[in-house]
């Protein structure tokens, strides 16, 4: 059975979402005590529509993030935030005649230990269709490479989120283009040079999938993860895997189970929970045919966690458009578009063993419509970004939520070999006086102006494990487990 979907196709291949949504019927679950407070109400002068945008704590202790339009030229911009709300314009995208710099930012930033951003616009650069560029902290924009070079645009066009990998290179998707004018996987070095690994739809009837989704990972295994939000089998989208060379795996083909109670149409990428196991999100499908969360193992073996529209008139929420978090308490957080005592969202926390209680229920002037994945910065706040919604333009929100978790650290990157320079992320970190990794002693720190962070390096005879900061008032531990490679 095909379950209705949201309706697709706005912002050049960026999806849109109509309200189309039916009313089910069940039972309720209390919430946990929480704090949510609104921080920015987008008005376009100050950027309009982050996308798929999940922020990034800098090492300043500021979030980072982009806005698809508004701004200056009306293009998008890139911005920090502090974590009272002040917002401030890094840049403005269309700075240069015909946009040659990038237009329309879809998805949000990394932060490389040299301390400047990596990013994508989704539009403009010298073929008009997406750039990668690098941006220093003060706004110095760097275009690394114009995407569609070539007739046909064979290495992609649409160019999604980047990730930095192991090797130090960048790895990322894009929307759409390559042979199979579906989507590619590539590789681009710090210096520009970019190397398409795979097209997807290479498959007859696109049975690897088409059009992958924003999120993608490497997990522990040096393997990369991500969805596609349609093709496969059942074209309702796929799991698949990619080593570093190219090489393709399907995982998982959606809607493989009778009435698709397994889920389909994946708008997020995947997240790799503690238990090393992957979880993520599909729009539609599950039990009442209003999405799930599901988990699935490195070879492919899924299991639905959660189907939404479990309570009375969807109160738990309906069709999760956004990826999950693990926080510090091993539960996921996340998004769902619909649902909700209004019908306008909701924020969730989901134990592992698949228990849902409703955090908070949006109204609109609050946000409306989440396209991205929640962060858990260093203060244990969670915060996030809606495309639509406010009290102004309807032109989207930043939010924060805090459920009572406390403060810890994250390491950035989460691996890497002995001598490896490593950034540790936190709050109100002057006077540390000790950093171990795994129990193993770094006594060479450096603890930044603002006490936002702490650059070092893996120390000798480290091992894989938890990296723990002595402050003179807390021991505060890694969110996740530091790897030591090789």
């Known amino acids: 059975m095909k379950t209705e979907r949201l309706s697709v196709n706005k912002f050049s291949g960026w999806k849109n979402v109509c309200a189309v949504f039916l009313l089910c019927a069940a039972t309720a ?63 403005d995208f269309c700075a240069q005649t015909n946009c040659t710099d990038g237009k329309s930012p879809g998805v949000g930033l990394l932060q490389t230990t040299n301390g400047n951003f990596y990013g994508t616009a989704a539009k403009g650069g010298a073929h008009g269709a997406g750039t990668i560029f690098k941006i220093t902290p003060k706004g110095v924009l760097t275009t690394l490479y114009d995407f569609c070079p070539q007739t046909g645009c064979v290495d992609g066009s649409v160019p999604e989120a980047l990730l930095q990998a192991t090797d130090g290179n960048f790895y990322g998707l894009t929307r759409s283009g390559g042979t199979g004018s579906q989507g590619t996987f590539f590789k681009i070095t710090a210096a520009g040079g970019l190397t398409t690994l795979y097209s997807f739809c290479s498959q007859a009837g696109c049975a690897d999938g088409k059009i992958p989704n924003p999120g993608l990972i490497q997990a522990t295994d040096g393997d990369f993860y991500g969805t596609t939000f349609h093709g496969g089998s059942g074209k309702t989208g796929t799991v698949f895997k990619l080593t570093s060379n190219g090489t393709f795996t399907n995982l998982y083909t959606f809607c493989s189970k009778s009435s698709c109670t397994d889920g389909e149409w994946p708008f997020a990428g995947l997240i790799q929970a503690a238990n090393g196991n992957f979880y993520g999100t599909t729009e539609v499908g599950g039990a009442k045919g209003r999405g799930t969360v599901f988990e699935i193992t490195p070879g492919g073996a899924l299991t639905t966690r959660f189907s939404f529209c479990a309570q009375s008139k969807c109160s738990d929420g309906a069709f999760p458009l956004s990826g999950l978090v693990q926080a510090t308490n091993g539960n996921f957080y996340g998004t769902t578009s619909h649902g909700g005592l209004n019908q306008r969202g909701t924020i969730f926390e989901l134990t592992s063993g698949g228990t849902l209680a409703t955090l908070h229920n949006f109204n609109g002037t609050d946000g409306e419509l989440f396209l991205a994945a929640l962060l858990q910065a260093t203060n244990g706040t969670f915060y996030g970004t809606s495309r639509d919604g406010g009290t102004t333009n309807n032109d989207g929100t930043i939010f924060s939520i805090s459920v009572g978790l406390g403060p810890f650290v994250a390491t950035n990157p989460t691996s890497g070999k002995v001598g490896a320079h490593i950034v540790i992320l936190g709050n109100n970190l002057k006077g540390t006086t000790s950093v171990t990794f795994n129990g193993t002693n770094q006594s060479t720190f450096a603890v930044n102006n603002s006490g936002t962070a702490i650059t070092t390096t893996v120390p000798a005879g480290a091992t894989t494990g938890t990296v723990e900061v002595t402050t003179p008032k807390k021991v505060l531990k890694s969110n996740v487990v530091f790897r030591v490679t090789k």
Do not use: W
């Open 29 to 91: 679950i209390a919430s946990s005590a929480q704090t949510f407070n609104t921080l920015v109400d987008f008005d376009n002068t100050n950027g309009a529509h982050p996308f798929a945008v999940t922020l990034i704590q800098g090492t300043d202790g500021n979030f980072y993030g982009t806005t698809f339009g508004g701004g200056a030229h009306n293009e998008g911009t890139v911005f920090k935030i502090t974590a009272k709300g002040t917002l401030t314009i890094v840049y």
